[in-house]
């Protein structure tokens, strides 16, 4: 009896051994935001190297977190416009997105290699949520997942408006990089 | 009119529009300031501010919020990313909760000196609160610079 419960309490314990290792993390990942218009002399386009990303490889959920007031611009007044009149972070200071991997089967995340994939969620930013899909990469080495994006978001479908006096600098839609380096969470 | 105040007064609309267009180019290309030559609104540990965040993230928000605040605590762990940004985490070693600073590129050097289980304060700005039950809650602050104590 007392063998079947040690075998039965190893047997949780490795289980939720696994459990945690099936997620992977940062804290360091980077987003770009580039928002220049064609038209455009200069460039618009802030970084924010603080953001959060966590993704479950069994289920594929991954989620990212965001705060607004992380982005750093080369001009000061751009920085304070992005914070003030756009995405107005004291109000609304984080940007969270939750979503899934869609082909999630077809990533091998114990070999090493580069995996495209299909990302699926919902991003709430300024309030507003909204369903957004893209293309990624995923890319596996020495045990390290490396994931990255490219996509963009409509500035109207999250209600931020863009004054028409600024609106050959600024487009209509902000081009988002996210660039992820995660480690196994322990 | 004589010709002389014609000529003043073309002058001086000249020169205003001169004045005003040199303080628009000078704004405009204005740089964020280095945040270890401003003086630090709150002085406060690791452990206050953390306190502060999580039993009321409103307040704490306009309060901290886009503030330079000074944070003392103990050096929990100092990461380099791919670029060579060092991001200093300051807290307690047994909670997943810390303090998270990301260096300004220009003080960047700063990090690369310190070690683990250091008693520091650094400055910067605060960007804000990322709780995550899973992942520990965490304290932002960016354009960090190191101050030894």
Request: hydrophobic share 40%; proline share 2%; net charge positive.
């Amino acid at each position: 009896m007392k063998k079947i419960s040690t075998v039965f309490i190893l047997f949780i314990l490795s289980f939720q051994a696994i459990q945690a290792q099936g997620k992977f993390f940062t804290k360091t990942g980077k987003i770009n935001f580039n928002a220049t218009a064609p038209s455009s002399p200069e460039k618009i386009e802030g970084v924010n190297k603080a953001v959060t990303c966590v993704i479950d490889i069994k289920t594929g959920n991954m989620q990212f977190a965001v705060l607004m007031k992380g982005f750093e611009f080369e001009r000061a007044l751009m920085e304070e416009h992005f914070n003030e009149n756009y995405v107005e972070s004291s109000k609304f200071p984080k940007t969270e997105f939750k979503g899934s991997v869609s082909n999630n089967a077809t990533v091998n995340y114990t070999k090493d290699g580069v995996y495209p994939v299909k990302v699926k969620g919902k991003l709430t930013m300024h309030g507003e949520t909204k369903e957004v899909e893209t293309d990624g990469k995923i890319s596996i080495k020495g045990g390290k997942i490396n994931a990255t994006a490219s996509f963009s978001v409509a500035f109207a479908d999250y209600k931020i408006t863009i004054p028409t006096l600024v609106s050959d600098k600024i487009a209509k839609k902000a081009n988002i990089e996210v660039d992820c380096s995660l480690e196994p969470l322990k | 009119m004589t010709r002389k105040t014609i000529k003043y007064s073309f002058g001086a609309v000249v020169l205003i529009i001169a004045v005003s267009a040199f303080f628009a180019y000078k704004e405009y290309n204005r740089k964020q300031k280095d945040v270890a030559e401003l003086s630090a609104a709150y002085t406060l540990s690791s452990d206050e501010i953390l306190k502060a965040f999580s039993t009321d993230e409103k307040a704490a928000n306009l309060k901290y919020l886009d503030k330079v605040i000074s944070i003392k605590g103990i050096l929990k762990s100092n990461n380099k990313d791919d670029e060579g940004t060092y991001t200093v985490v300051l807290g307690d070693s047994s909670s997943m909760s810390s303090v998270r600073c990301t260096m300004d590129s220009i003080h960047n050097g700063e990090a690369a000196l310190l070690k683990t289980g250091e008693s520091i304060s650094v400055k910067g700005v605060c960007t804000g609160f990322n709780a995550d039950e899973m992942l520990g809650s965490d304290v932002i602050l960016n354009r960090c610079s190191i101050k030894n104590n």
